[in-house]
């Protein structure tokens, strides 16, 4: 296939990516989501809408964020490490690009209040951030679990001045929490936005998701061409439910040459079911949270139960768009266990003075392997976020590695 008018094709408007993604909803969510799309397509195109995106991308997210060539780990593994440092985007990871975008398009529909579910308490510490700055409310669902896990993030929206609605039956995590914030949805579909977390959801979530995330491959192509006076030979994201990934996947899909490479966890081993998340890897297409993927699966088709180390990618499906990509054969989805993932951490920590998220340190954990294997080739990693969030759980957990080997 050609990559020529990809993004006016795909997906299609009934919101496909080949068999992948559409929406299989109740019929009262169909209808909002029909005026979500028209919204997104009249409103998003606007003069108007870009020049505010633009501006909050500049002065509020710091964007661009730089492109940067890593001297130290380039110089041990071979090959020519680049990062695309969205660490430094504002709140620590690529997160906000699109709830910035999501909010901002909530502010043009007259929405009141935005509505999302958490896990870990990234995605609804990026949504408060983003709710905060545009004086919306906010109301983020988070099982008990979770919440009693993940304190500094419940604390970081609260200050920021969300509402933090602890979901406390079944098993009180994420998936509870989906349940619940769909819930509270419905009651008020007029004045809320359900805003998802990555390209992931019914249409038109993960195109709206990708076109926000776009901006971290535009810029990244422009600089590492400035920089180098080349394109980079491979591309390599971590993987939860696709969303940093594709924003940088997204701006080579048309040049052949280039290797994308997405990177899933294989948490304690991908031969022992519940122990990994690596969803391309070993799924099978079925729906899940209202769209068609490839999904980890249990004996009675529901989503199986899924572990990393890296909580912002244990999600039992992906992104439609990566389920179509793995099938075209135009991207490759390898995986990178607990371990792998925690020494990368340390790596780039020290060679580069970088901490790394545990979702990122996925990404560099790969791209160390095809430095060792390629030599003469440059990679170029979308580094997704920092790795603050992390160190408590790392030292507790892990300790140093000096430590580990005393
Ligand atoms: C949430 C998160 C991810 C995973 O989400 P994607 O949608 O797969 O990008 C990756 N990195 C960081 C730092 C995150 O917070």
Redesign the pocket.
């Known amino acids: 296939m050609t990559f020529k008018n990809y993004f006016k094709n795909y997906p299609n408007e009934k919101g496909y990516f080949g068999e992948f993604g559409g929406s299989f909803i109740p019929p009262v969510l169909e209808e909002e989501m029909k005026r979500i799309n028209e919204a997104y397509y009249s409103i998003s195109k606007s003069h108007e809408f870009i020049s505010e995106l633009r501006s909050i991308r500049k002065h509020f997210q710091g964007r661009p964020t730089p492109v940067y060539y890593c001297n130290r780990l380039s110089e041990k593994y071979g090959g020519r490490i680049y990062l695309k440092r969205?660490?430094l985007n504002h709140s620590?990871?690529?997160?906000l690009n699109h709830c910035m975008g999501e909010a901002l398009l909530a502010k043009y529909m007259g929405k009141k209040k935005l509505i999302a579910e958490t896990g870990a308490g990234?995605?609804g510490v990026a949504l408060a951030t983003a709710a905060a700055y545009f004086g919306l409310e906010c109301e983020i669902h988070m099982g008990e679990v979770d919440i009693a896990k993940e304190h500094p993030n419940v604390m970081r929206m609260k200050i920021l001045g969300a509402t933090v609605v602890p979901v406390t039956h079944g098993l009180k995590t994420l998936k509870e929490a989906v349940d619940s914030a769909f819930q509270a949805y419905l009651q008020d579909p007029i004045n809320t936005i359900y805003c998802i977390?990555?390209?992931?959801g019914p249409h038109p979530f993960p195109m709206m998701v990708r076109e926000f995330q776009r901006v971290v491959g535009i810029e990244a192509r422009d600089q590492f061409e400035e920089m180098t006076g080349e394109l980079p030979d491979n591309i390599v994201?971590?993987?939860?439910?696709?969303?940093?990934?594709m924003?940088i996947f997204s701006a080579f899909l048309d040049e052949k040459n280039i290797k994308l490479h997405g990177v899933e966890p294989a948490g304690k081993g991908i031969d022992k079911e519940g122990k990994h998340a690596a969803t391309l890897s070993l799924g099978s297409p079925g729906v899940i949270h209202g769209f068609k993927c490839y999904l980890l699966q249990d004996k009675a088709g529901e989503p199986a139960p899924v572990y990393s180390v890296?909580s912002?990618?244990d999600y039992p499906g992906v992104?439609p768009e990566h389920s179509m990509l793995k099938d075209l054969k135009r991207a490759e989805y390898h995986h990178i266990n607990d371990q792998e993932c925690i020494d990368a951490f340390f790596e780039l920590s020290r060679l580069e003075g970088i901490i790394p998220?545990l979702?990122?340190s996925h990404a560099i954990a790969y791209a160390i392997k095809l430095a060792k294997a390629n030599p003469k080739q440059s990679i170029l990693v979308n580094l997704?976020?920092?790795g603050d969030k992390d160190l408590d759980y790392v030292i507790d957990t892990y300790g140093l590695p000096e430590d580990r080997k005393a």
């Open positions: 969205e660490d620590g990871a690529h997160k990234q995605h977390g990555s390209v992931v994201a971590c993987v939860g439910g696709g969303s940093n990934a924003g890296a912002g990618l992104g998220a979702e990122s997704s976020g920092r």
